[in-house]
């Protein structure tokens, strides 16, 4: 063997040993990202959400007896109540703070674009008929003063 053949080997060697060792790596990082009382109370909802879930399906398909499903189900309830409180005590914004935000994100978009009078098709700067309807643009006094 050449010492040519050695150092491509050996450059492979390292690329796939980066390639391998990369996703280990990653986990760290990801694992010491800080996390919020909020998405661990987030989190620790799902998973009471999704072993109710299964606890319900176990018991439909007759793996668990009513002697054990029943108690089972209060204590998961009791802890889904407790961190619920907890999430509301902390105010953590649900999804539909989200809902409005991008509601008022879309009504002022609306206003900032005039719009036709007669088919409320959004229209373009210098626009001086309306693209879908035809119908003649009246000019504000916002239109004329740029002019």
């Known amino acids: 063997m050449d010492i040519g053949s050695l150092l491509i080997g050996l450059a492979l060697l390292i690329g796939v040993a980066f390639f391998v060792i990369q996703p280990f790596l990653e986990r760290r990082a990801l694992r010491e990202k800080p996390v919020t009382e909020a998405e661990a109370l ?4 799902e998973s ?7 606890l319900d399906f176990d018991y439909a398909t007759g793996k668990i007896t009513t002697e054990d499903y029943a108690p089972q189900r209060a204590v998961l309830l009791a802890r889904g109540v407790a ?15 989200a809902d409005d935000e991008i509601e008022r994100a879309i009504a002022q978009r609306r206003r900032a674009r005039p719009t036709c009078t007669e088919c409320g098709v959004a229209l373009e700067a210098g626009d001086r008929f309306c693209r879908s309807c035809g119908a003649k643009v009246a000019r504000t006094a916002e239109a004329t003063a740029a002019r």
């Open 48 to 54: 009471l959400l999704i072993a109710l879930r299964d």
């Open 42 to 45: 987030t989190a620790e909802r």
């Open 83 to 97: 961190v619920l409180k907890q999430l509301d005590a902390l105010g953590a914004a649900t999804d539909d703070s």
